[in-house]
């Protein structure tokens, strides 16, 4: 073997355990980056939740606050605010019906929890839910839910 040859099969032997060792850190990256996407995937996961506590909390305070008024409506300086307070509720409503005809929340986990208040609502308010309503999410949910029997 020629001196030549001798040292280009060196550098090819240092070639080979560069590129090995350039494959090995590819390898080893794609690992974090798995690991660190499963992270952020529970992170937004776990935020989804969080949100959904915090709608659930305005929407029971607005349904108190609405509730609380409809028992005054003898005073006629509360009618206005009572009014105000059911459109106050039912966005809030409207608003988690969107969110989960959407697909941003699991429909069979709500599903136990919200059909029967929103069947309720829609049946203590008809008024409000007639055709060409502000609602019109509340009243898709109801309806695909009712036929989802």
């Not at 060196?10 to 494959?23: L, N, P, Q, T, Y």
């Not at 409809?70 to 969110?99: C, M, T, W």
Request: hydrophobic share 40%; proline share 3%; no cysteine.
């Amino acid at each position: 073997m020629s001196p030549y040859e001798a040292q280009s099969l060196a550098v090819s032997i240092v070639a080979d355990v560069i590129a090995g060792i350039a494959v090995l850190a590819v390898i080893a990256g794609g690992v974090v980056a798995y690991m660190t996407l499963r992270v952020i995937l529970a992170q937004l996961k776990a935020g989804q939740w969080s949100t959904l506590l915090s709608l659930e909390q305005d929407m029971a305070s607005r349904g108190d606050k609405f509730h609380e008024l409809a028992g005054q409506l003898n005073d006629p300086h509360v009618k206005g605010k009572y009014d105000a307070a059911k459109e106050n509720y039912f966005n809030s409503i409207d608003r988690l019906a969107s969110l989960i005809l959407n697909g941003q929340f699991p429909q069979h986990e709500l599903k136990q929890d919200y059909h029967d208040m929103i069947k309720e609502t829609i049946r203590t308010f008809p008024a409000d839910f007639t055709t060409g309503t502000r609602y019109r999410k509340i009243v898709k949910l109801h309806d695909k839910w009712e036929d989802g029997k």
